[in-house]
């Protein structure tokens, strides 16, 4: 009995401590929750949410729909005789301000988030908001009132009337001034534009062709690539009409033959089932211009850009083109008899231009890029960066700690006027690699800075993403030097959107013309050639006090000047056929 007993107490004892240890564990685990959401602080001045589960992006994006109907359906109800500024423009404008970040939170996950369902869910949400959008853009009940304070010719800000003249063109370009049976024709056209525009881009992503050759006919080739190539049976190796394997071949084949082949094979791939898309495309897109009073699609599609008008483009290309036509002859004089050395007669072709301008750069300058990329480490590449940006534009920025991201390697920076000490921004480093993100560099908005009506400063918010390899074994991640510019080139992409002054939501940082939104990148990348600016970015990844020499700088700025009538030659060209 007392045995038992015993037990019976042990076990009493034992389950109580038990008990009081789960509770414990509950205890401890409430307080460890309840810390880290005291760590997660709000983002001041942020409406952008991340880390959106599958279902709360289509209850947002419900939300988004319906807000926007309300909106609509009163800027609708107003008496043509009774339209002003507060009933009709306000509402729409601050519609546009107050959604962009909530638009733009069901949107971006779909390139970030390591959730296939999310993932699925933000493309979904972006075809639902897409077509919302385009319905809101055909309500004539909108336009007529619109349409009817424009007409009014009161006086207002430069930037309201542009405003208004946008949201006009916008409704007129999606047809609100047509019959109804030209609106269902051209909405037929548009169905067909977008149906064939699609397979055109579906045929040359699914096709899989290549190319066999034997080891011989690929001489010059680094040994690395040769030993990634698939090989057949018989010992042939495969090269795919894909970019990766195309323009290694033609930059470093000896054998002209073989990058001929490869050259009109990659410029004729899906040929056959393209080329008719291509035809149909011309005289729908041709058709769609001319039912909406354009002379070609061409007007059409430059009318919201800055030139405006085709013609203007082609005078441009044309007055770019005589310039610049004495020095590219000059450069491709130079290419041609470097090539008649080497291969003899043979006529020189638009596949031998990458290899032997590269040729050129090797002979004239002393300039290894293997050796260049070890001074690049991505960390003090973007110290470099910040450094520039802050020196040129007054700028400072911190990184914040203990906020919500969606992944443990992306990083947030706020920018602050230096001398202010004024909260300009927000900036998301999402860099490096992962399974089913987005696989090149760009910037996203992801709020836009703008003037509210009670007169508050909305901050903007970015987002810069690139898919730069992950740290191994403690080893430093290496940029190679054009994904240096690259880099430099997308953060000045942030520092417009940040920087800018703008009063309505849809002119802020990015918002603006396709023909000029490029132009700050372009200027901004060139400090990736002064040697003051490369030794701020750059630093031997063994010994980062050594940065990179004065020769690489002058090496570095030399291979950007060469053959630049050639490359602007073959960017004219590429404009025409764009057009």
Known sequence: MAKGKRERRILAFTGAAALVAVG????????????????????????????????????????????????????????????????????????????????????????????????????EAEKRLDLHFLMCRKREDVYRVVKAFADRGEWLSSEAKRYIQCLVREFERNGVNLTMSKIEEMEKLKSQIDELSLRYVQNLNSDNSFILFGEPELAG????????????????????????????????????????????????????????????????RHKFARLLGYSNYADFAVETKMARTSLKVFEFLE??????????????????????????????????????????????????????????????????????????????????????????????????????????????????????????????????????????????IALLISQYPTQIDGKPVLLRFSEVVSLCHEFSHVVHHICSRATFSRFSGLGVEGDFVEIPGHVLENWCYESISLKMMSGFHQDITRSVTSQMCKSLKRRRDMFSGLKLKQEILLCYSLK
């Open 221 to 284: 080739m680094p040994p690395q690539f040769i030993k990634s190539l698939e090989k057949t049976e018989s010992a042939k190796l495969k090269i795919f009409l894909k970019s990766y394997h195309v323009t290694p071949i033609l930059e470093h084949c000896m054998i002209g033959s073989t990058r001929k082949l490869v050259a009109v094979a990659y410029g004729q791939r899906c040929g056959k089932e393209n080329l008719d898309v291509l035809e149909n495309l011309v005289q729908l």
């Open 24 to 123: 414990l564990n509950l205890l401890i685990s409430a307080i460890n929750a309840q810390k880290a959401k005291k760590k997660k602080r709000d983002l001041l001045g942020s409406s952008v949410r991340v880390n959106l589960s599958a279902s709360e992006i289509q209850r947002l994006t419900d939300q988004i729909i319906s807000k926007s109907k309300e909106i609509h359906d009163l800027v609708a109800s107003v008496p043509l005789e009774k339209v002003t500024y507060a009933n009709v423009i306000a509402p729409l404008a601050e519609l546009e301000a107050y959604q962009f970040p909530l638009v733009q939170s069901c949107l971006f996950p779909r390139m970030v988030s390591t959730s296939n369902d999310v993932r699925k869910a933000s493309i």
């Open 319 to 460: 007055h770019v083109s005589i310039k610049v036509s004495n020095l590219a002859t000059r450069e491709l004089n130079v290419l041609r008899d470097l090539k008649r050395e080497e291969e003899g007669d043979s006529p020189f072709g638009m596949e031998d231009l990458l290899y032997y301008m590269r040729r050129v750069e090797e002979e004239q300058l002393d300039l290894d890029l293997g050796e260049v990329k070890q001074y690049f480490p991505v960390n003090l590449v973007l110290t470099g960066i910040f450094k520039i940006f802050q020196d040129l534009f007054g700028l400072r920025f911190e990184e914040i700690k203990d906020v919500d991201v969606w992944h443990e390697t992306v990083c947030l920076y706020s920018v602050l006027d230096y001398s202010s000490n004024e909260l300009l921004g927000y900036v998301y480093l999402d860099i490096f690699s992962r399974e089913g993100k987005f696989a090149h560099t760009c910037v996203l908005p992801l709020q836009n800075g703008c003037l509210s009506s009670n007169g508050t400063h909305q901050i903007p």
